[in-house]
Every structure is written in structure tokens, then in C-alpha cells.
């Protein structure tokens, strides 16, 4: 295997693929404490109405069985939990176990029982039959996946046929002036509010200089094609700052 073939992005380093998932569980288990109360702040509350648009994109009904992976604390999982009712299943499943843990606790708290199971699962081999699921989401987590082309074949194998993926993830600003302002919120104002709020700059600067690292919209939407998907559509958010991408298994 080449070097470059070995090695990887962590933020704006460079380090070896298999020190890759260590370094971002190691991130995940410093912020999960202060995960919801940090997106609240970072987005305004704003990330909110992206996970919404998500839902209503996603076309889940009542029955069907969903995956919400890189789930975190659980915020779309509960909203599914809801639509598919009792016939149906929402699966939250995450790499990092603090987050796992953190998003059983709140949904639990909320009463979301019996429709809701958890699954510790790396994206990149997914641990589900082929045809599981109606419908998957990874919600702000497949820029932190290692093999993103892995993961997104392993998401398409577990879809049933006519099943679809959505990818909500921080994107590229489709204005200079809105990238510019952007820039200067992540890399100033963010990592000041990580050391404040959660104690941990690092953590905040890793996850801003990741979100310059993921692919724009349209790589993303070729790799999806790549991956098998068809129909590949994308939506931009706040001027591009999140795109909603979406794939169909036919």
C-alpha cells in the first residue's frame, strides 16, 4: 500500500488511517456531555430546522425501519420513533460509546421506548443483512468517517431495495462573502466557545477544520452515484453552509 494510501485527513493533519477513529472517538467522548447544548449554540438553534427538513425529505411511514446512523444523542431517532409508531423501528446507532450512551439516556428520559433499539456500528461495515432498512440517515457524521466510499457502499447494501439515503452534513457556502464570514466564525469564534462552554478548544478546531476537509456538494453527490445510488439529489441549507443530500436504492 502507497503512503498516501495509508494516511489520511484528521482536521488539517495528516495521520495514519488506523489512528484515524481513535483520535475522533477521543473527540466524541470529550464533547458528548455538552454535544446538544453546543449545536444549539454553534447553529442558533438552527440545526434544528436542517434535522426537520431532513424528516421531511426522508418519506418514512408508519411500519417501515429506519437507521439513524452516526445518531448521536438521538435527536432524528426520536422524531422516527414517532412516525413509524409501534409496528415500526428506528435503529440509533454510533461508533463513539459516550455518544451512544448520552442519546439512550435522553431518549429514555422522553419516554422513547420499544420502537428504538441501539447499535454500536463502525459506518464502514455495518453489522445488518442485506435489505434492512426503508430508509437511513447520518446526520453531521460522515465527515468524520475515515473510508467515506466504504461507508456509503455499506449504507447502500443495508437499504432495501427502493429505499433511500439522506446525508445531512456541513458543506461548502455558495458565496465568497458568506465563506468568509463562515471562516472567520469557525476558526475564532468556535473553538472560544468549545474552551468556554465545554472546556475543550481542540475538540472545536478539529471539527472545523473537518468540515473544510469533506467533500463539496457535487463530489459527494458523484460519490453516492459511485456507490450505487440513483436519483442523487442535494438541497443547500443557510447558503450552502449544510446541503441535505439524497440517494435512492432501485
Not at 409496528?87 to 463513539?96: K, M, S, Y
Amino acid at each position: 500500500m502507497s503512503v498516501e494510501q495509508d494516511t489520511t485527513h484528521f482536521g488539517y493533519k495528516t495521520v495514519n488511517r488506523d489512528e484515524k477513529v481513535g483520535l475522533v472517538a477521543e473527540v466524541f467522548h470529550s464533547v458528548a456531555g455538552k454535544y446538544d447544548l453546543m449545536n444549539d449554540l454553534m447553529s442558533g438553534g438552527i440545526h434544528r430546522l436542517w434535522k426537520r427538513f431532513t424528516i421531511d425529505c426522508s418519506g418514512v411511514r408508519p411500519g417501515q425501519k429506519v437507521l439513524d446512523l452516526a445518531g448521536g444523542t438521538g435527536d432524528l431517532t426520536a422524531k422516527f420513533s414517532r412516525i413509524v409508531g409501534p409496528t415500526g423501528e428506528v435503529v440509533l446507532a454510533d461508533i463513539n460509546d459516550s455518544m451512544l450512551k448520552m442519546g439512550r439516556g435522553k431518549l429514555r428520559d422522553k419516554g422513547i421506548v420499544g420502537n428504538v433499539r441501539y447499535v454500536q456500528a463502525n459506518a464502514e461495515a455495518l453489522p445488518f443483512p442485506d435489505d434492512t432498512f426503508d430508509a437511513i440517515t447520518i446526520s453531521f457524521g460522515l465527515r468524520n468517517v475515515t473510508d467515506k466510499d466504504a461507508a456509503l457502499r455499506s449504507m447502500y447494501r443495508v437499504l432495501k431495495p427502493g429505499g433511500r439515503l439522506l446525508v445531512l452534513e456541513f458543506s461548502k457556502p455558495e458565496t465568497k462573502a458568506l465563506s468568509k464570514v463562515y471562516d472567520a466564525y469557525s476558526f475564532h469564534l468556535l473553538p472560544k466557545m468549545g474552551k468556554l462552554i465545554a472546556n475543550d478548544a481542540d475538540s472545536y478546531q478539529y471539527l472545523a477544520e473537518s468540515i473544510r476537509m469533506h467533500p463539496d456538494q457535487e463530489t459527494l453527490k458523484e460519490m453516492m452515484q459511485q456507490a450505487g445510488f440513483e436519483g442523487v439529489e442535494y438541497y443547500n441549507l443557510t447558503g450552502g453552509v449544510v446541503a441535505l443530500h439524497r440517494g435512492y436504492k432501485f
